[in-house]
């Protein structure tokens, strides 16, 4: 069964360094998505992705956070300049359809980001 | 803005037995309500999802159910296994951008 992967799985970070987290969503779907779980708190929205622009965003998406699809098969977050409160665990999602009635999302295993 | 809350935070039950978890949402324009079940360290996992035109629907011993009207939708696991023990998670969806609910650490002991 296909599954969305992710790399890497654990990324340790010096605050104010620069990190890209990386996904490759399954090969037929269209909408790519971004989210966030600090330990012990539920997941977090940051943006979803569609036709190469970004659909939607939350506010804790901000001027730091950018998203990229460089080719046909990559999904990357970068966090430019990254905080301690960026430790969390990423998750990357897609689905195959949005405009249909449901749009069920599956999950990667995550990358767990530590800002030191 | 978007919100949902779940409840109970935590939930103990004896293997056997059922466990309910209800959560309510704001967004009355929400279409889409999936649960995931996540264990430690892991990948949230669909288990069950329920659309806004559907009422109730069931799985094996999963059931959802949906009212609209009230806004909320509960989550049923019956004869509960030990690994049925994880963080379940409810979330709504209208435009693909899933809201998550708190989580329940459900634990069911042998």
């Known amino acids: 069964e296909p599954e969305v992967t992710q790399t890497p799985s654990h990324q340790v970070t010096q605050m104010g360094q620069e990190v890209i987290l990386r996904c490759v969503p399954i090969?037929?779907?269209?909408?790519f998505y971004w989210y966030r779980q600090i330990l012990g708190q539920k997941v977090e929205f940051l943006v979803s992705?569609?036709?190469?622009?970004?659909?939607?965003k939350s506010e804790i998406f901000d001027d730091q956070f950018s998203v990229e699809r460089p080719d046909g098969s990559n999904f990357t977050l970068k966090i430019r300049s990254t905080k301690l409160e960026d430790s969390a665990m990423y998750f990357c999602?897609?689905?195959?359809?949005?405009?249909?009635?449901?749009?069920?999302?599956?999950f990667g295993p995550g990358t767990r980001l530590t800002v030191l | 803005g978007e919100n949902v809350e779940q409840h109970p935070s935590t939930l103990s039950v004896q293997e056997g037995d059922s466990a309910v978890i209800k959560c309510t949402y704001s967004?009355?324009?929400?279409?889409?309500f999936p649960w995931y079940k996540q264990e430690l360290g892991k990948r949230p996992q669909l288990i069950i999802d329920?659309?806004?035109?559907?009422g109730e629907k069931k799985d094996q011993r999963i059931a959802v159910t949906l009212n609209k009207t009230a806004k909320h939708f509960s989550l049923h696991i019956t004869e509960t296994q030990p690994e049925d023990s994880a963080v379940y998670f409810c979330?709504?969806?209208?435009?693909?951008?899933?809201?998550f609910g708190q989580g329940t650490e459900l634990s069911v002991k042998p």
């Open positions: 999602a897609s689905s195959q359809v949005r405009l249909a009635v449901y749009n069920e999302q599956f």
């Open positions: 090969s037929n779907h269209l909408y």
């Open positions: 992705f569609y036709n190469n622009e970004i659909s939607e």
């Open positions: 967004d009355s324009a929400s279409n889409y």
């Open positions: 329920i659309r806004s035109n559907v």
């Open positions: 979330a709504a969806t209208r435009r693909g951008k899933l809201i």
